[in-house]
């Protein structure tokens, strides 16, 4: 599903946010897009003689060091305020020319931030957990403590203890220029300098960290409740297609529900009912009465709500009104989201080189520019190969294609066998979350990790059974765990919930081996969260095998091919839809929650009539702003399918090693370096959609 990390300061810890780049600016100052910033956010004007302050440490340390001066001092004049005191007295006193002293200082704050940030990640975690896990009734408490962020005044504090100015006048902040040139000829320690000198490239106020994790914690748990109750969906003749007591959070489930109905003579009329619910739940034309409510019916066509009769009433119905006008809900979804976007641009001032949080995300957090991915999902959106593969899918559905088979699962190795039937296989043997647990070091070698291996793992892994759809939570610093969380019913564990526990499984097994693995825990994690997105599709592709069913053959391995390019197809496009949206706030940054959701309407629409309406048809449907990311997750969704490609190119270099369990974990253990050298490192070649291009044409070549 996705890793969630308890606080955005801890999402990538080794993310490097480059300040360089404007230290070329003719004024010697920042420059700030979009207004002017707030006084906090400017650095000082300098009092001190820079050039007079660089030479005098020179003829004191020699001319050796004149490279690692300059641009220590540079580093920290850009951050450096009035009130931190006398910036010349500080550089003379902590510049380090000393090898072994400074290798003793890398190591000495390695080992502090590992604490510092671990025990915040702790404690986050704890403060979220009646939020995050089924734990019963919410406390009106209980979101107030999720919102808290214990860590965002650490980097402050920080700055104002002079220690990371300390890292920042004796190691070097890199461009992503940089790091993208020199990366390939870097040593471990020159990574996990950079990555050091990352943390402390911008002074963001912890009042504006702390209003961006409100306003995630807020929009997370609008989503985490926001179910549909499907045995009370009714069609005109009255008639209920879905079992009593199935209640499904959008968007998750209501996806995974829809991609198991190809398996049911009925399938289709269930899954056109399922499209008008993701249709009503973007447009917000769906009842407020109906959401997450088992006490009203409801049909999504004709959208009338009435009174369920108490017999189809499920047992466990929690209380709720019972409410018949049928108002829609009052655009709460693109409420949640201008919340997300105000909070970002709080932030924008403080990052003068990535002033949106669009160029955040892809700059910074992913270390890809956004138009190299633009690039890389239009090439498979537009690649001829799309209707080749739609042609082969109406054939096999004997019918022309629809909005719905935007998720067709026929490809998938499970397409053929009754969701009912896998759903008894995965409640026998997981009754509870501690079952699975228990499972693990079964699972584990099942996947081809030695039993010595297996063990380990198991041991730094918790499970625990999800309020929401379910997530994979890192641990910071050796010692604490990894927490898997998947959803687990009453009855126990159905298959949706089991498919995400797998792929939250190959999450967990990538943040141990990439924190207890590396040599630096600065360098702990992977280039981005498309990577874990990608190793985790490793282990989820391999569900059903370790369920006891067989093992792929090679016609097995072609339906594979296609699987994953009409996945990465599908999200392509949702991650375009993402993408513009944050662009059109930005354009507009005092739209209302109304303007917003029509924006985001008009936008699914013309990216599905552009893409996917010469495929689908379906002409003016908004289904590609159904996805729930978009609203508790901001610019999330385009690491989907680029750790689909990642994933792809992994799976194929791995189809050459036969060694699963050794090379994911030779893989996961390089730790946050930039995504090209991760994968050449990984497979022999920089982040491409080649590959998956080259094996689906071949595949369609072999059916």
């Not at 450096?80 to 704050?109: C, H, M, P, S």
């Not at 700059?363 to 001829?384: D, F, I, N």
């Not at 979350?433 to 291996?453: N, T, V």
């Amino acid at each position: 599903m996705f890793v969630r990390s308890s606080s955005r300061f801890f999402l990538k810890r080794a993310s490097v946010f480059p300040l360089l780049a404007v230290l070329g600016c003719a004024s010697g100052q920042p420059h700030v897009q979009a207004g002017a910033a707030p006084a906090e956010a400017r650095p000082m004007k300098q009092t001190a003689d820079l050039s007079a302050l660089k030479a005098e440490l020179v003829a004191r340390h020699g001319e050796a060091q004149r490279a690692r001066i300059e641009r220590g001092v540079d580093q920290v004049a850009v951050l450096w305020r009035a009130e931190d005191g006398d910036l010349a007295a500080f550089v003379r006193e902590y510049f380090i020319a000393d090898e072994k002293q400074l290798e003793a200082t890398l190591a000495r704050l390695e080992t502090a931030f590992e604490q510092l940030d671990g025990h915040l990640n702790e404690i986050s975690r704890e403060l979220r957990r009646p939020t995050d896990l089924d734990l019963g009734p919410l406390l009106p408490v209980d979101p107030l403590l999720a919102a808290y962020d214990p860590g965002a005044h650490t980097t402050e504090d920080l700055f104002q203890a002079k220690v990371g100015f300390v890292a920042l006048l004796n190691f070097p902040l890199t461009t992503l220029a940089e790091r993208m040139e020199k990366g390939p000829g870097y040593t471990r320690r020159q990574w996990a300098e950079a990555r050091l000198t990352g943390r402390f490239s911008r002074r963001v106020p912890a009042e504006v960290r702390q209003a961006s994790t409100r306003a995630t914690a807020d929009a997370d748990l609008y989503i985490a409740e926001y179910n549909i109750w499907m045995h009370h969906l009714v069609d005109e003749q009255g008639r209920r297609p879905f079992p009593k007591g199935m209640r499904l959070i959008s968007h998750w489930n209501l996806r995974d529900e829809l991609k198991s109905r190809y398996a049911d003579p009925e399938g289709v009329a269930k899954q056109r009912m399922i499209i008008k619910v993701m249709e009503r739940i973007v447009t917000q034309t769906i009842p407020a009465a109906v959401i997450d409510n088992p006490w009203v019916d409801w049909n999504p066509f004709t959208n009338e709500v009435k009174a369920a009769p108490a017999g189809e009433l499920e047992s466990d119905a929690p209380q709720r009104p019972v409410v018949l006008d049928g108002k829609r809900e009052d655009d709460v979804r693109y409420t949640k989201l201008l919340a997300q976007f105000h909070a970002a641009r709080r932030e924008d001032p403080y990052v003068p080189v990535a002033p949106t949080a669009i160029a955040r995300s892809f700059e910074l957090g992913r270390e890809l520019p956004e138009a190299r991915v633009k690039a890389l999902l239009e090439q498979v959106l537009t690649s001829p190969l799309v209707p080749q593969v739609a042609k082969l899918i109406e054939q096999r559905l004997g019918r022309k294609l629809e909005p719905q088979d935007l998720w067709y699962a026929g490809f998938r190795a499970n397409a053929k066998l009754p969701e009912a039937e896998l759903d008894k296989l995965t409640r026998q043997r997981y009754p509870t979350a501690e079952a699975f647990a228990k499972d693990l070091p079964r699972i584990l070698q099942g996947l081809g990790f030695s039993k010595e291996k297996a063990a380990f793992l198991s041991e730094h892994i918790r499970v625990d059974s999800s309020r929401g759809a379910g997530h994979a939570m890192p641990s910071l610093r050796r010692g604490d765990f990894p927490r898997l969380r998947t959803r687990v019913g009453p009855s126990g564990m159905d298959y949706k919930g089991y498919n995400i526990a797998v792929h939250e499984l190959g999450h967990n097994v990538e943040q141990v081996f990439s924190l207890y693995e590396v040599d630096h825990t600065l360098l702990a994690g992977v280039p981005n969260n498309a990577f874990t997105e990608a190793l985790a599709f490793v282990f989820q592709a391999r569900d059903l095998e370790l369920l006891g069913q067989a093992k792929p053959d090679a016609a097995r391995e072609r339906e594979r091919v296609l699987n994953d390019f009409w996945q990465t197809w599908e999200i392509a496009g949702v991650a375009l839809v993402d993408i513009a949206v944050w662009h059109w706030m930005y354009e507009h940054p005092d739209a209302t929650p109304a303007q917003l959701r029509e924006a985001v309407v008009r936008i699914a629409q013309e990216t599905w009539d552009r893409y996917y309406a010469p495929v689908l048809g379906g002409q003016g449907t908004p289904l590609l702003g159904i996805y729930s990311h978009m609203i508790s997750y901001p610019l999330y969704l385009t690491d989907y399918p680029l750790g689909h490609l990642i994933a792809f190119q992994i799976e194929e270099h791995l189809h050459k090693a036969g060694k699963l369990g050794a090379e994911f974990e030779r893989m996961a253990s390089q730790g946050a370096l930039t995504p090209d050298v991760w994968m050449t490192n990984a497979t022999g070649a920089p982040v491409s959609a080649e590959p998956l291009l080259r094996a689906t044409e071949a595949a369609l070549l072999g059916r």
